[in-house]
C-alpha cells in the first residue's frame, strides 16, 4: 500500500480529478492550501505596501492506493497536472502500513478500494 | 463630580491653547455666519447702518418645516450608518482576523456610549450657552431645555442653530458627528489597545477634546467661529481633530508585534470595499445634512460631495498605477475616503469645480503620506487614520479657503482663487489650533489612561488577537 500527496495548480483539479476517475481511482482528499517552490510568489501591494514572503494558492490531493495502481494514479496527475510552466507542483509517494475501514473494521489492501 | 473635574480641566486646557495661539484672540463679532445651521438659513450679512433692522424673532413651533426636518432625520440616520456598519466594516476587513471582532465591537460601543454621554451632558457642552467662547455651559444637560417641537434660539447672538426644524433634530444629527469622531481614531490604535482602556479614553477624549472643538467653531459665539473659520460638516472638528489624536495615539502606543514587515495583509478587503461604499452613501448626510434644510444648500453639498469623492477615488487609482504599477482597489476606496473627509469642511461653500479640485488633492496628499512619509518615519498608524483624515482633513480645511465662493453659499466667504487671502490664513489659524490643542489634550489623556490602567493589550494576547482575549470570541469558525 502507498501514500500519495501531490501538490498541484489550483486550476488542473478538474482534469486530474477526471483522469482519476477514468482509472477507477475515487478515494480522494483534497485540501487547499498555500505553498512555493521555484516558481516563487507575487508579492502583493496594499497602500504601496509590498508584503514579504508571499504564498501562492495549490491545491494538495492526498490518495492511499494499493500498489497495482499505482502507475496508473500517478500518471493521471502528471498527466492532468502537468502544463509544462513552473509550479506545476511535485508528488510524494510513501509506504503505508495500515489502513481501516471505520464503518466494516476491514483492514489492510480491501479496506482502500 | 468626576464629569465636572473634567470639564472644569477642560475649560483649563482650553484656555491655554487660546492663550499660546496669539493671533486667535480677535475681538468676537457680534454675527456670525459660519455655523453651517446659520448658513443654511441666515439672510445674507449685509450691515444696513442707516436703517437698522428690527431684531429677529425667535422660530415658533409654526416654523417647523416638515420637508427639512424630515431630511435631517434622515440624514441623521446615514451618519450613524457612517459609524455602523461603513466605519466598522471599512476598518474590520483591514485588521487581521484574529482582530476583526474588537474593532466591530469598538465601533458599536461607541455608538452607544457617546450616544448617552451626548443626551447627559456632551450636547450641553458642545452646543450649549457659550462661556468665554471656549465651551457651553449646562443648561442642556440631560437635553433639558432641547424643545423636540420648537427651533432652537439663541439670544445672545440672536439667531438659531436651525430654525426651520425641532431642536432636539438638530441635537440627534450632531450626536451621530460625536459618535463617529472617537471611532475614526480607532483606524490608528487598532489591534494592539486594550478594550478597557479604548473605552475610557474614548469617553474622555470625547468629552474633553470634541465638545470643546465642536464648540469653538460650530457652537454659538465659539471663538474660532467668530474669527470667520468656515468648516460646513466637520473638517477641522471631526477629521484634524481625529486624525491628530490618532497619529498620538499610534505614538503613545508603539508598533504592533511584527509591525512593518512581519504583518498579514488586510484580511477582509470586500468586507473593507463594503464599508467604503456605505460611507460614501452615508457621508451625504454628514455633508448635505448638515444644511439643516432642504434646499439648494443641500443639494449642492451633496453634489460637490459626490464629485470630489469620485475625483479623489480615481486620483489614488492613478498615483498607484504609475508608482506601483497596478491600480488597487484598497487604493480607490482609500482615496474614495479621502475625498470624502477633505470636501467636508467646503461642502457648504465650493462649486464643482473647486470639489474636482479637492477630490484631485485628497488623492495625491494622503497617499504621499501614506506611501511614502509614514515608511519613513516608521510609526505605525495601523489603518492610516492620520495619513486619510488627519491629511485629508487638513488639506480640506485649507482648501475651502482657496476654493470658497459666496456665489454657493452668501454666508460663507470667499476664498484665495475668489480675491481673499484673509480667508485662507483664518482657515490655517482654525487648523493650527486644532491641531495643536488635540496634539496636546489627546496626548495627556493617554498618558493619563495608561498610568491608571495600562493602554496596551499583553504581547500574547496581541498574538492571539483581540477578539479572543478581549471579547471571548472568535469572528469566524474553522470547523462547522
Not at chain 2, 470643546?212 to 454659538?220: D, E, L
Amino acid at each position: 500500500m502507498k501514500y500519495i500527496i501531490a501538490i498541484i495548480q489550483p486550476d488542473r483539479l478538474e482534469e486530474v480529478m477526471q483522469r482519476l476517475e477514468e482509472k477507477e481511482i475515487h478515494l480522494v482528499t483534497v485540501t487547499n492550501v498555500m505553498g512555493r517552490g521555484r516558481q516563487k510568489g507575487i508579492a502583493e501591494v496594499y497602500r504601496s505596501h509590498r508584503e514579504a514572503g508571499t504564498l501562492l494558492k495549490k491545491v494538495k490531493l492526498e490518495i492511499a492506493i494499493n500498489d497495482a495502481y499505482l502507475k496508473p494514479a500517478l500518471d493521471a496527475i502528471i498527466q492532468g497536472g502537468r502544463t509544462g510552466q513552473v509550479g506545476d507542483g511535485k508528488i510524494f509517494v510513501m509506504n503505508l502500513d495500515e489502513c481501516i475501514r471505520i464503518r466494516t473494521g476491514e483492514t489492510g489492501g480491501p479496506a482502500i478500494g | 463630580m468626576k464629569t465636572n473635574r473634567f470639564w472644569k480641566w477642560a475649560l483649563a486646557v482650553a484656555t491655554m491653547a487660546v492663550v499660546t495661539g496669539s493671533a486667535f484672540a480677535q475681538a468676537p463679532s457680534a454675527t456670525s455666519n459660519t455655523a453651517p445651521a446659520v448658513a443654511a438659513i441666515a439672510a445674507p450679512p449685509v450691515a444696513a447702518p442707516a436703517a437698522a433692522p428690527a431684531a429677529p424673532t425667535p422660530p415658533t413651533a409654526k416654523d417647523v418645516n416638515s420637508g427639512d426636518n424630515a431630511w435631517v432625520l434622515i440624514s441623521s440616520a446615514l451618519v450613524l450608518l457612517m459609524t455602523v456598519p461603513a466605519l466598522a466594516f471599512f476598518y474590520g476587513g483591514l485588521v487581521r482576523r484574529k482582530n476583526v471582532l474588537s474593532v466591530l465591537m469598538q465601533c458599536f460601543i461607541l455608538a452607544c456610549v457617546i450616544s448617552i454621554q451626548w443626551v447627559l451632558f456632551g450636547y450641553s457642552l458642545a452646543f450649549g450657552p457659550d462661556i468665554k467662547h471656549l465651551i457651553g455651559n449646562l443648561d442642556w444637560a440631560f437635553l433639558k431645555n432641547v424643545s423636540i417641537d420648537t427651533p432652537h434660539w439663541d439670544a445672545v447672538t440672536a439667531s438659531s442653530y436651525a430654525g426651520t426644524i425641532p431642536h432636539q433634530s438638530f441635537m440627534i444629527f450632531q450626536m451621530m458627528f460625536a459618535v463617529i469622531t472617537p471611532g475614526l481614531i480607532i483606524g490608528s490604535f487598532a489591534e494592539r489597545m486594550k478594550f478597557s482602556a479604548f473605552l475610557v479614553f474614548a469617553i474622555l477624549w470625547a468629552t474633553i477634546v470634541y465638545d470643546p472643538v465642536a464648540h469653538w467653531v460650530w457652537g454659538k459665539n465659539g471663538f474660532l467661529g467668530l474669527m470667520g473659520a468656515l468648516d460646513f460638516a466637520g473638517g477641522t472638528v471631526v477629521h484634524i481633530n481625529a486624525g491628530i489624536a490618532g497619529l498620538v495615539t499610534a505614538l503613545v502606543l508603539g508598533k504592533r508585534i511584527g509591525y512593518p514587515d512581519r504583518m498579514s495583509p488586510p484580511h477582509n478587503l470586500p468586507f473593507a470595499v463594503l464599508g467604503a461604499a456605505l460611507l460614501w452613501v452615508g457621508w451625504f448626510g454628514f455633508n448635505a445634512g448638515s444644511a439643516l434644510s432642504a434646499g439648494g444648500l443641500a443639494t449642492s453639498a451633496f453634489v460637490v460631495t459626490h464629485v470630489a469623492t469620485a475625483a479623489a477615488g480615481l486620483t489614488w487609482a492613478l498615483m498607484d498605477w504609475i508608482f506601483n504599477k497596478r491600480p488597487t482597489l484598497l487604493g480607490v476606496i482609500s482615496g474614495a475616503v479621502g475625498g470624502l473627509v477633505a470636501i467636508t469642511p467646503a461642502s457648504g461653500f465650493v462649486n464643482v469645480m473647486g470639489a474636482i479640485g479637492i477630490g484631485v488633492g485628497a488623492g495625491i496628499l494622503p497617499w504621499i503620506f501614506v506611501s511614502i512619509i509614514k515608511p519613513k518615519l516608521g510609526y505605525d498608524d495601523a489603518l492610516d487614520a492620520f495619513g486619510v483624515h488627519g491629511v485629508g482633513g487638513t488639506w480640506g480645511a485649507i482648501a475651502t479657503g482657496l476654493w470658497a465662493t459666496k456665489t454657493i453659499n452668501s454666508a460663507g466667504a470667499d476664498g484665495l482663487f475668489y480675491g481673499n487671502p484673509a480667508q485662507l490664513l483664518i482657515q490655517l489659524k482654525a487648523v493650527g489650533v486644532t491641531i495643536v490643542y488635540s496634539l496636546v489634550v489627546s496626548f495627556i489623556l493617554l498618558k493619563i489612561v495608561d498610568l491608571v490602567m495600562g493602554l496596551r493589550a499583553e504581547p500574547q494576547a496581541e498574538k492571539i488577537g483581540l477578539d479572543l482575549t478581549d471579547h471571548r470570541e472568535t469572528g469566524y469558525t474553522v470547523l462547522d
